[in-house]
């Protein structure tokens, strides 16, 4: 079962920096897209971050300027390099990723997604 396990998270000061990293493990997975969202308390869950396998980034008007989005050479993998953070990047990130089983077309879809990093910032 293919499973995506979040690293990276903690607790910075306001104008620091972060590495997220994510990585897909367990089972077959050709990757298309990978992507980060973050879950600020109480609010709902919002897109960061997109990458396709091709390496074309798209980013939320939240991150442009301050984050990254990168793939590993190893394409399962993904990180997301966050600079000058504030306190209103304060969430849980979370590590999505979506593809098939196989290389073949007719391959199984499969959505999968990490289990969560938390990132504090501190003014």
């Known amino acids: 079962q293919v499973q995506l396990v979040e690293s990276g998270g903690g607790l910075v000061q306001s104008g620091g920096s972060l590495r997220l990293a994510c990585a897909a493990s367990?089972?077959?997975?050709?990757?298309?897209?990978m992507r980060w969202y973050r879950q600020a308390p109480g609010k709902e869950r919002e897109l960061v971050a997109q990458?396709?396998?091709?390496?074309?980034?798209v980013y939320a008007d939240s991150g442009k300027a301050r984050f990254t989005i990168s793939r590993g050479s190893a394409k399962n993998t993904e990180y997301l390099q966050m600079n000058n953070l504030k306190p209103e990047d304060t969430a849980v990130y979370y590590c999505?990723?979506?593809?098939?089983?196989?290389?073949?077309?007719?391959?199984?879809?499969?959505?999968?997604w990490g289990q969560g990093t938390l990132v504090t910032v501190s003014s």
């Open positions: 999505y990723a979506d593809g098939r089983t196989g290389v073949a077309v007719e391959s199984p879809y499969l959505e999968v």
């Open positions: 367990g089972g077959a997975f050709v990757i298309n897209a």
């Open positions: 990458i396709y396998s091709g390496g074309n980034a």
